[in-house]
C-alpha cells in the first residue's frame, strides 16, 4: 500500500511540473506534441488511480502504466531535439519518469505470485 501511494504523489508532483513545461511549448505544436504529452501523463495519473482501487485491473493496467511512460518518453526527447524543452529539464524528467517506471515496475512484481 506504501507504494501505491509513493507513486500517486511522486506522479501528480511530476505532473504538475509537465503541464507548467508543455504550457511554454510554441503554439504551433500545441495540438499536436503538447497535446500528446499531457494526455499521455494524465492517463498515467488515472491508470495510477485504478490500479490503486481494483485490485482485479491492476495487471494490465501496471503494463499500461509502462507503456505510457516509454511513449512519454520519446516525446520528451523529441521536444528536447526540438529545443521546446532544456537540457536541464530534459534531465530531471527522465529522472522522475525513471523513478515512477521502477516504482510502478516493483508494483507490478508484487503482486506476481514467487
Known sequence: MAEELQVFVKWVDFLKWLLQATDKFPKKVRFTITTRIDNLALDILENIIVCKYDRNARPSGLKKINLHIEKLRVLLRISHDFKYISTRQYQYAAIQINEVGK????????????
Open 103 to 114: 516504482m510502478v515496475w516493483g508494483w507490478l512484481k508484487e503482486g506476481q505470485s514467487p
